[in-house]
C-alpha cells in the first residue's frame, strides 16, 4: 500500500486525540475521499461519543454510513489488512486498502449517478453528488493516471471489461436510469462511458475531448503520456463517436472561458445537436466544478442533468 503525503496527513489528523476537533473531522472526511471507510466509521464513532451533537459530524456520519468499497474477488478477502505506521502516531494503523470503486446506496433508488475523478489517489465525492435523494452514486478514481479508460482496479482489466463491470453494478443497485458526470480525465472518461452503459445525460467538466499520442499533443499535454506509453490504442477522438452514434446522451460540458485548452476541447463538440455549453465566465482555473460549487452553481446543473 503506498502511503502518500495526503493519506499520511488524512490518519494523523482523524487518529490524533491531540488535533483540534476541526481537523480531526478534516482527516475523518480525507479518509472517506480516499476510501478508507473502515476507519473514517472507527474515528465518527468515537468521536459521537465524546463531542455529542456536531452537525459536521452528524452529516459525516450520515455520509460514511453509505459509502463502500466495491470489492469482487480477488478483492473480497476480509483479512487483506495491513498495519501502517503514520508520522505522529503511536501505534500502527489496521487497513483494508481500497479498490478504485466507491458506492454510495440509496435505498430502493433507481437512478444512479457515475462519478468519474481526475487522476489521483481520492474520490470525487463532491457532496451534492452524496446530496442527491432516491438516487446511488459510483464513484471512480483514476490512481493508474490512464483517464479510466485501460483498466480500474475493482471493475476490470481493459475498458472492455469495466463497462462489463459497471454494467453488473447498476444492474445489482436496480438502477435503470443512468447518469454520468466526470472532471478533466474523468471528463473524458465520462463522455465516453456513457456511449457504452446507455446513459441517459453527461455532466462534464473541463473534459478532454479529443486524445491522440502525437509529440505536439504530448507536449502540451504531459497528463496523456501514461496512456501513450502503456495504451496508445485507446487513444480517441470523442468528437466522431458522437457523431456516429445512433442515439448520444444529452451533454453538459461546462468550462472556463479563459481557459484556453478548456476551452479548445469544449468548443470543438458544439455543433452537436446533444451538446450544450455551460462557460463559467472569466474563469481561467481548470477546477470549473469547484468554481461552481463555490458559488452556489453546481446544484442547478445537477438538477438539469436528472431531468434528461
Not at 40 to 68: F, H, K, M, V, Y
Not at 74 to 95: F, H, K
Not at 234 to 263: A, C, R
Request: proline share 8%.
Amino acid at each position: 500500500m503506498v502511503m502518500t503525503r495526503a493519506i499520511s496527513k488524512a490518519f494523523f489528523n482523524a487518529y490524533s486525540e491531540n488535533q483540534p476537533i476541526r481537523a480531526r473531522l478534516e482527516g475523518v472526511a480525507d479518509l472517506m475521499r480516499h476510501g478508507y471507510i473502515d476507519n473514517a466509521w472507527e474515528i465518527i464513532q468515537s468521536l459521537n461519543q465524546t463531542q455529542g451533537q456536531l452537525q459536521p459530524l452528524e452529516w459525516l456520519s450520515w455520509a460514511c454510513d453509505r459509502l463502500e468499497i466495491l470489492r469482487p474477488p480477488p478483492y473480497d478477502d476480509p483479512n487483506d489488512i495491513e498495519t501502517i505506521a503514520v508520522d505522529g502516531l503511536s501505534r500502527g494503523v489496521p487497513v483494508r486498502p481500497p479498490t478504485d470503486v466507491m458506492i454510495a446506496r440509496s435505498w430502493a433508488a433507481t437512478r444512479v449517478i457515475v462519478a468519474f475523478g481526475g487522476v489521483g489517489e481520492a474520490f470525487w465525492s463532491v457532496p451534492p453528488f452524496l446530496e442527491v435523494p432516491n438516487c446511488h452514486l459510483v464513484m471512480l478514481r483514476d490512481t493508474t493516471r490512464l483517464f479510466h479508460v485501460a483498466g480500474i482496479e475493482g471493475l476490470g482489466g481493459s475498458y472492455a471489461d469495466c463497462v462489463a463491470g459497471l454494467r453488473r453494478v447498476i444492474k445489482k443497485l436496480g438502477a435503470t436510469q443512468v447518469f454520468v458526470s466526470g472532471n478533466s480525465s474523468g471528463g473524458y472518461a465520462a463522455l465516453r462511458y456513457a456511449l457504452d452503459i446507455e446513459a441517459r445525460g453527461v455532466l462534464a467538466f473541463s473534459p478532454f475531448t479529443r486524445l491522440n499520442a502525437s509529440e505536439e499533443e504530448l507536449a502540451k499535454f504531459p497528463a496523456v503520456r501514461p496512456l501513450s506509453r502503456s495504451r496508445p490504442e485507446m487513444m480517441e477522438d470523442l468528437l466522431p463517436l458522437y457523431q456516429s452514434h445512433p442515439n448520444p446522451p444529452k451533454v453538459i460540458i461546462v468550462y472556463g472561458d479563459k481557459h484556453p485548452v478548456d476551452t479548445e476541447h469544449a468548443l470543438r463538440m458544439k455543433d452537436l445537436p446533444n451538446v450544450a455549453l455551460e462557460p463559467v465566465h472569466g474563469y481561467d482555473g481548470h477546477h470549473a466544478w469547484a468554481k461552481l460549487l463555490e458559488e452556489n452553481k453546481f446544484r442547478p446543473l445537477l438538477k438539469q442533468l436528472l431531468a434528461f
